[in-house]
């Protein structure tokens, strides 16, 4: 008899294994093993004819926390990410609540908000550049009707960083709309009607039944734009190329432009290092302690 139950045991376990097996080879080519090697290479030095590579520890990463300008691409991303995440987290609820409302087109209504979204990065940027040209572009088109001057959107450090900002607003609140509203889809109509019987009204109605039974939703999305805050390089490729004076420069461009254009690898090894540590910090705090707090089952 045990030796039956150990035979099935078994069978099970290499079932699962087997199940298991195909996302952990893909685990393991594509997310541990480049991190792995990623972390090795920011242990050793920049390899040139003169000096070929060494190990060197952590001085990478000492070279990284003296240097002004990571710094300063720290705080670029750090207020992108502040305004962009709770401005498209926003938005995309407002859109999602109205395009889920009884309205009339309420099908083209759900798709003008989503058209954003499908559109490439790069075609994207290329239009929002027709609209941020100074003297041609359609802000200042509009703004000449009522004489405001002509205005470089792009190209002064204090309106460049906000211009990219605008431009991920607007193609990430469609993207973020698509979840709240299959969240909404799923919320049971005697929820509504009971809180019609009672005489509630419809800002009482959202805040304390629809909001809270969206939390997860919210955490999701919270999660996926905290994500696309440090990947975003496309638009700046286009718009701004980090400029000018590094004042629109983010994380994911500046690790591009280390080893890429300054072929320092080593170097863009150890920001993408402190990247991954940061992420997965801030994930694992909002699904640990966050999640417990935003599930009602």
């Keep these: 008899m045990s030796a039956h139950v150990n035979l099935e045991r078994r069978r099970q376990a290499i079932y699962g294994w087997l199940l298991l097996s195909p996302a952990a080879v893909l685990l393991t080519v594509f997310a541990f093993y480049p991190s792995i090697a990623t972390l090795w290479s920011s242990l050793f030095s920049r390899n040139t004819r003169r000096n070929p590579t060494e190990f060197i520890g952590t001085e990478n990463y000492a070279d990284l926390f003296a240097d002004p300008t990571f710094w300063l691409v720290v705080k670029n991303n750090l207020f992108y990410a502040g305004v962009t995440i709770p401005m498209s987290i926003g938005i995309a609820l407002a859109m999602a609540l109205w395009a889920n409302s009884k309205i009339s087109a309420r ?109 997860p939703t919210t955490l999701f999305i919270a999660v996926n734009a905290m994500i696309n805050s440090v990947k975003l390089i496309d638009h700046l490729f286009i718009l ?26 080593p170097h863009a090894a150890a920001i993408t290092i402190l990247v991954i540590a940061v992420l997965g910090i801030v994930a694992a705090v909002q699904f640990l302690y966050l999640d417990k707090r935003t599930h009602y089952q």
Excluded: C, H
């Design 240 to 265: 701004t190329k980090g400029g000018p004076s590094d004042a629109s420069k983010l994380i994911l461009y500046y690790i591009w432009e280390m080893a890429f254009a300054f072929f320092d690898a």
């Design 107 to 215: 099908g083209f209504v759900r798709t003008a908000y989503f058209t954003p979204t499908v559109l490439p990065m790069i075609a994207a940027a290329n239009l929002w550049l027709f609209f941020y040209t100074p003297g041609l572009g359609v802000l200042d088109q509009i703004g000449s009707v009522f004489g405001l001057p002509s205005v470089n959107w792009l190209g002064q450090p204090e309106t460049a960083l906000w211009a990219i900002i605008i431009v991920t607003i607007w193609k990430e609140a469609g993207f973020f709309m698509i979840f709240y509203l299959a969240a909404l889809q799923t919320i049971p109509e005697d929820l509504k009607e009971a809180a019609d019987i009672e005489g509630t009204s419809r800002w009482t109605y959202t805040r304390r039944i629809v909001l809270p039974l969206l939390m």
